[in-house]
T-cell receptor, first 113, second 111 residues
Framework: DTGVSQNPRHKITKRGQNVTFRCDPI?????LYWYRQTLGQGPEFLTY????????KSRLLSDRFSAERPKGSFSTLEIQRTEQGDSAMYLC???????????FGPGTRLTVL | QQQVKQSPQSLIVQKGGISIINCAYE??????FPWYQQFPGKGPALLIA?????SEKKEGRFTISFNKSAKQFSLHIMDSQPGDSATYFC??????????FGGGTRVLVKP
């Protein structure tokens, strides 16, 4: 399968715990995006990378959130001190330099108890 | 999400009928106008997209109509099929960067 993969698919955690998600983009894509989708809503942009450089961060990305793409390949999204309001589907997408189409992974569903 | 407004929130159509979804935007920097389709438990997938130099694009049963002066674009699904039952999002984009999603339209096609 050469699509975007995300792990884990589901994560249940207690409030106050830290969680980390991983995204593996399509191999030749140098742009990687993170979005958050709550139930019944459209995805909201969080941040994006071109290669290893983080080029834009949404104001939704509080200081409890951090994203990395250390070698310009896979990316991780960490949420520290989780809150119930962080419960959502976290989606990763990738695209090539010359293309606008973003290819989405299946998402990681986070539930904070 | 306020800069992209999508309507209706949901619609029910009979098999063979036409589904029409509308999207209004504010940001004149948008230069790429896609519609994404999402099934439960899956990530969104590109369905069809248009650039502002054309007013209409058709791919099979799916058509985008684009009105630059009104800052609106719409998705028409012809001969709707039960397999088209999904949530549809408009998600205009500026300069190849982030997508700005509308609130979504849940479409149910009844057999």
């Amino acid at each position: 399968d050469t699509g975007v993969s995300q792990n884990p698919r589901h994560k249940i955690t207690k409030r106050g715990q830290n969680v980390t998600f991983r995204c593996d983009p399509i191999s030749e894509h140098n742009r990687l995006y993170w979005y958050r989708q709550t139930l019944g809503q459209g995805p909201e942009f969080l941040t994006y990378f071109q290669n290893e450089a983080q080029l834009e961060k949404s104001r939704l990305l509080s200081d409890r959130f951090s994203a990395e793409r250390p070698k310009g390949s896979f990316s991780t999204l960490e949420i520290q001190r989780t809150e119930q309001g962080d419960s959502a589907m976290y989606l990763c997408a990738s695209s090539g330099d010359s293309y606008n189409e973003q290819f989405f992974g299946p998402g990681t569903r986070l539930t904070v108890l | 999400q306020q800069q992209v407004k999508q309507s209706p929130q949901s619609l029910i159509v009979q098999k063979g009928g036409i589904s029409i979804i509308n999207c209004a935007y504010e940001n004149t920097a948008f230069d790429y106008f896609p519609w994404y389709q999402q099934f439960p438990g899956k990530g969104p997938a590109l369905l069809i997209a248009i650039r502002p130099d054309v007013s209409e694009k058709k791919e099979g049963r799916f058509t985008i109509s684009f009105n630059k002066s009104a800052k609106q674009f719409s998705l028409h699904i012809m001969d709707s099929q039960p397999g088209d039952s999904a949530t549809y999002f408009c998600a205009p984009q500026a300069a190849g960067n982030k997508l700005t999603f509308g609130g979504g339209t849940r479409v149910l096609v009844k057999p």
